[in-house]
């Protein structure tokens, strides 16, 4: 299996500079106050499509070879890769072939659809849209371009890191969510690649610990139904995303649902700025970890900004 | 009556700049598509105390001679202006006295008390903290700083648009809301200043109409139980507001609370940052009056990001 390295991600980088935001990094001497380090928050929240997904989804998309382009591309998600691959493979007159759970919130068909992504819908459970896909595939010649368990996805998703870096270059360490692994998998090979010093942790909720249980037994152990706010990190690690967090990432650290509801408040109350349950889990690590940040200066990779506010604004 | 001018603006900038933030001009494609023209949001929600109020309170803070520093300042609000003269102060070494409503709801008061200011509670009624107000200020010494009915919070609100205008220099429009006057006064002078041609207006919820009751009548009009969401908005012009409104400001347009709602939901979903209702007023403008707006550039001013989020998130 080959990993992705450093060169990989800057390269990535390179490619998809002119299609996505180099989105902020932001600071509020207010948080730094209430957890006693300082804090960089890379805001991956302002990202287009509202994720850092539109990376990955980018780079895969311009990667394809010239006869793949025409045949279009595929995928299987009811999140924010949707809508990135959608709006990825529009921008570049690419083709988008979208398999979705046909219970999905309707505020994400209309997303995926607003891309001008043809989706198709299946039932919700994996075997029928793993051969929705295929079905798709087959007749379409489509590419899969996997949310996660895909080379240049996982380098795409590796740049968001490198601009934190290229801005704060003395981090002591970097915290970044863990659902499928392809936001920690680039977000360490980058980090460790620039600085092996810097310490690398994936945050990852309690109530779907997939990854810390298999990164502590070495032994590759899926999800079986997580139930957690942070609906971006339902998934499982792949092959691939495992094999990178055991060489690159320091540490796994669960955190409680209640610890990510509140660090989710404190963000919107203190910073202004809407942060998804998923992002705030990496916030969550550092209050329930006070000894490990103290003084430190800590980047913290925002994973998106997606919430349905259906029902909190009438 | 003496009106500011753009050099009092100026002054109060270089006076102030160490002490508050430069906040972000922001701009979203997806917007400016729904909208049909291009908009540049200078964010105060983003500023110290979640609010542009801290620019006039740091204004008026720093321009008391010596003798009446040592005395202190006074203000009643149990808004943004109490905590933003509170933090101002307390930066500054000066003693503040907040009056308050004994109704004020607690998260507002610990906000104030959080910034070491001292609280006097009162009557909710106009005579009541007055009348509190006065008796501090006779046995204390403490100066009144007004929220918007004083020279010197008016240059320190006009800020945000002279930091708006040397970002974006060829604006055809600007949009600030009216409560009490403040910050119109502040951006209008400011703004005419620079270029009489850029157009000036004031947004103001339907609901609380009593600038463009005034404006269009040419008499100070009081509001008379105004009921808004956009709680910022209440207060009424004071008889200096109104002469720089009269003198600078091309019109006041009022807008409904179900566009104010509608706004607010948009920017902070599809820009991922907190405003408050009152802040939403100006986009609301925008989407109520398109053909005014069509294909021109408008700035924003977006007063602050100050919701009580208990309830909306657990």
């Known amino acids: 299996m080959t990993l992705p390295t450093l060169a990989d991600i800057q390269s990535a980088h390179l490619r998809i500079s002119p299609f996505i935001k180099r989105t902020p990094v932001l600071t509020s001497s207010l948080l730094n106050n209430i957890f006693g380090c ?42 924010n890769h949707a809508a990135a691959l959608a709006l990825a493979a529009r921008m570049n007159g690419i083709k988008a072939y979208i398999v979705m759970p046909e219970n999905a919130p309707s505020v994400k068909k209309d997303a995926v659809a607003g891309y001008g992504a043809e989706i198709t819908f299946c039932k919700p459970t994996t075997r029928a849209r793993e051969e929705t896909c295929k079905a798709i595939m087959e007749s379409t010649g489509a590419t899969l371009i996997h949310p996660y368990d895909n080379f240049m996805v996982i380098c795409g998703q590796g740049t968001a890191s490198l601009e934190l870096l290229a801005e704060i270059n003395d981090l002591d360490a970097v915290i970044a969510p863990v659902g499928g692994g392809g936001l920690i998998s680039g977000t360490s090979t980058c980090t460790k690649g620039i600085n092996p010093g810097i310490k690398v942790f994936g945050a990852e909720p309690l ?14 152990t899926p999800s079986v139904n997580p139930l957690t706010i942070a609906d971006g990190l339902l998934t499982s690690l792949s092959e691939l995303t495992f094999s990178i967090i055991r060489k690159n990432v320091d540490d796994i650290i669960t955190v409680s649902e209640e610890s990510i509801i509140q660090s989710m ?37 925002i994973s998106g900004g997606n919430v349905d506010l259906t029902g909190l604004l009438v």
Chains 1, 2 share one sequence.
């Not at 780079?59 to 382009?69: C, M, P």
């Not at 809407?274 to 889990?281: N, R, V």
Request: aromatic share 10%; net charge positive.
């Open 38 to 79: 300082e804090l960089f928050f890379k805001c991956e929240n302002f990202q287009k499509v509202g994720a850092f997904k539109f990376r990955g989804a980018t780079n895969a998309v311009l990667s394809l070879g010239q006869e793949n382009r025409k045949m279009g591309v595929v995928t299987h998600s009811s999140g």
């Open 207 to 220: 109530n779907a610990n997939d990854a810390w249980k298999s990164f502590t037994t070495g032994i590759l």
């Open 265 to 301: 408040k404190l963000v919107w109350e203190r910073m202004k700025i809407i942060i998804e349950p998923s992002s705030a889990t990496v916030l969550a690590v550092v209050g329930e970890n006070p000894e490990l940040f103290r003084g430190k200066k800590v980047g913290l990779v």
